[in-house]
């Protein structure tokens, strides 16, 4: 794995800063971009979102020039597409691919739409990918107290020679290089991406989570108990993990949690579990979730809404409400 750093060779802060940008929506990543790449010292810098979105307030509020998605790109050098992923293609062929000027750059923070040739860029341009490991919030809280976040970095085209010293300058201007960038491809942050999303952060997590707490208040626990033993907890675990990986939770838990919890992952992530896993990676790079994502996006996003919905409604939602207010008295104290 190769990873570079502020401060080394192939890292120059100054490039980014002599280029005009456009960043392409306005959300989790966009304003974190935005907000840390003109604290980095990048000078020209509009935002591009759509009439009448709720995010223009927020953009102008925070000092930028904030204009249509088509006007937006045809100055810039360097175009950042940072809107949902499933609706992209749509976004590149409508408003971008006719305007963007000769030899821009487009770049990407996940690899989907190019991996996926959901977007098939035009052949001038140089395309690059530079995906921070984390949400936007995060990414800009980092930034804000001098650390970083790192980032996959990786080029689909090069047609100017300079889209790697390019991505490695824009990932350093986003405070990603005080923590690594690290070298990579569309096809591996994508696949990667989308594995450990649905196997473990918002699948397999939440899943095992919700399923413990179903099981805990059916067998007559309160629920407010559940809630704090299922869920609340596990944030101290994973500041453990991520700190120290497995070793300092094992030495940081209990013999009891320890013992208990090694008998439990056997039964739990059995055989049947792994195939399983290794059957949503075939779907992932098969391209078959990524066609039932499309798929759903033609359709309004009806299953995405349901879903949502039936999370909402899940019965840890109103303990869970009632335990966050308690923690927060209780923290305020
Ligand atoms: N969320 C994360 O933490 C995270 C982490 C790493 C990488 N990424 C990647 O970052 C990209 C952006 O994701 P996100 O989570 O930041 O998205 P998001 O929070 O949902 O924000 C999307 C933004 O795009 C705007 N938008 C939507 N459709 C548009 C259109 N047709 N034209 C112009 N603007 C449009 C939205 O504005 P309105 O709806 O108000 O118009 C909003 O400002 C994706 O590729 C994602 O995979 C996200």
Redesign the pocket.
Known sequence: MQVFKDGEKDVDPSLICRRSLAI???????RAHALNLRDSGVGKITI???PG???IGRAETDGFQVLN?AAACATADLVMI????E??G??YEEELAGNLKPGATIG???G?AVHFSIIVPRQDLDVILV??K???ATLRDLYQKGMGMPALFGIAQDVSGSARALALSYGSALGCGRAGLIESSFGEECETDLFSEQVVLCGGLPGLIKAAFEILVEAGYSPQVAYIECLHEVKQIADLLWEGGLKLMDESISNTAEFGGYLAADRIVNDQVREQMRAILEDIKSGRFVAALMSDTKAGGKELRRRRQTDAAHPLEEPGREVRALMERFEKK
């Not at 392409?24 to 966009?30: E, F, K, L, R, S």
């Not at 940072?82 to 992923?85: H, I, Q, S, V």
């Open positions: 392409i929506g306005y959300g989790n990543q966009g591009g979102a759509r979105s709720a995010n998605p940072l809107t949902p992923d609706t992209q749509k976004l990407f923070a996940h989907l995906a921070p984390g949400p936007g």
